[in-house]
């Protein structure tokens, strides 16, 4: 059974940062692309980023609204994707899940992550 | 970017009902849409992908239409634990888009 749990949410001053991870197991990790989505609370769903398999040489894409600040990575070793947030603001207080690919879009979800960017 | 419109942005239905969402794209996406559901307090769930395909373990009643810029999600027969919010989601190009989502609620 695929299982993804995400850690590292909390509260976080803006301006400040944080590094959410996403554990991964029951199947085999190394193979799908990755995706970071996120939910402000009440609103709707924004896709945050996707990073590609080893043979894709890990190249990643990101939202406008995170590009330069967000950062995704993977360890294939430890079957770990992480999110590091940079420069983080009020506007990027959400739930975050982490979500596997197939198919071209997210396939199965984390049941996610709250991160608070409040002072 | 690609806009995706998703109409209407709620409904009420009652249980036995045929229920069609529809998701528009600002630009032709081939057939590269996905279909979520999310229920309160719960991680999204994917219904359908490649705009027509569906999930397994996703009851038939459930199914996906469209290519370019129309699609469309059909609940056959609307049973007690669809009431849901429900998302298209544009694979075609980046940033992926989702649309604003549509809250099926009880008449």
């Known amino acids: 059974e695929v299982q993804l749990v995400e850690s590292g949410g909390g509260l976080v001053q803006p301006g400040g940062s944080l590094r959410l991870s996403c554990a991964a197991s029951?199947?085999?990790?190394?193979?799908?692309?990755m995706n970071w989505v996120r939910q402000a609370p009440g609103k709707g769903l924004e896709w945050v980023g996707r990073?590609?398999?080893?043979?894709?040489?890990?190249?990643?894409n990101y939202a406008a609204s995170v590009e330069g600040r967000f950062t995704i990575s993977r360890d294939d070793s430890k079957n770990l994707l992480h999110l590091q947030m940079n420069s983080l603001k009020t506007e990027d207080t959400a739930i975050y899940y982490c979500?596997?690919?197939?198919?071209?879009?997210?396939?199965?979800w984390g049941q996610g992550t709250l991160v608070t960017v409040s002072s | 970017d690609i806009q995706m419109t998703q109409s209407p942005s709620s409904l009420s239905a009652s249980v036995g009902d045929r229920v069609t969402i529809t998701c528009r794209a600002s630009?032709?996406?081939?057939?590269?849409l996905g279909w979520y559901q999310q229920k309160p307090g719960k991680a999204p769930k994917r219904l359908i992908y490649?705009?027509?395909g569906l999930q397994s373990g996703v009851p038939s009643r459930f199914s996906g239409s469209g290519s370019g810029t129309e699609f469309t999600l059909t609940i056959s027969s609307l049973q007690p634990e669809d009431f849901a919010t429900y998302y298209c989601?544009?694979?075609?190009?980046?940033?992926?888009?989702f649309g604003q989502g549509t809250k099926v609620d009880v008449k």
């Open positions: 979500t596997t690919d197939s198919s071209g879009s997210p396939d199965y």
């Open positions: 029951g199947y085999t990790f190394t193979d799908p692309y």
């Open positions: 990073i590609r398999n080893k043979f894709q040489s890990y190249a990643t």
């Open positions: 630009q032709g996406i081939r057939n590269d």
């Open positions: 490649a705009a027509s």
């Open positions: 989601l544009q694979h075609n190009t980046y940033p992926r888009t």
